[in-house]
């Protein structure tokens, strides 16, 4: 049990640094957005934009390893990592919702490869939207994980 909770720890870690960038990536493409006549800025915040982007990636494939050793490790370690899913269906939502994340995740990356590349982005107003909806699936992600209603 104790193997269970350290990669279940590390799995959280990760996701709590991935979710960290899903949710200030968008902040920095409204304030390119805003400051679309400021040269210097734009190069700063550009520059700091593909640092989060790539350590975000990174995040997400760690939390996925140790999230992929969650889900299916008790078939290859039986008798160290127990089979917490077995004839439930929260995990499917679960993993549905987290899909949706890294497509988001991957959407503001291509907004930021536009931006960088010269494109327009959507209005800061638009982006401020769009920053929301992570917000509401991880409340869903959590609400599924913590409460296992199906």
Not at 103 to 111: D, E, P, Q, S
């Amino acid at each position: 049990m104790t193997v269970y909770l350290l990669i279940k720890s590390l799995h959280l870690l990760f996701v709590i640094a991935w979710m960290a960038t899903v949710f200030y990536l968008p902040r920095i493409l409204v304030n390119l957005a805003e400051t679309a006549n400021e040269p210097a800025v734009q190069a700063r915040l550009q520059l700091m934009a593909r640092r989060l982007y790539k350590f975000g990636h990174n995040m997400f494939g760690m939390a996925f390893v140790f999230g992929v050793v969650l889900w299916q490790g008790w078939r290859v370690f039986p008798a160290t990592m127990p089979n917490v899913t077995s004839g439930m269906h929260w995990i499917d939502a679960k993993l549905t919702l987290v899909v949706l994340l890294l497509v988001y995740f991957i959407g503001c990356g291509r907004l930021l490869k536009r931006r960088i590349a010269g494109g327009a982005l959507p209005s800061s107003r638009a982006l401020r939207w769009i920053n929301e909806l992570p917000v509401l699936l991880l409340l869903c992600v959590i609400y599924l994980v913590t409460a296992k209603p199906f």
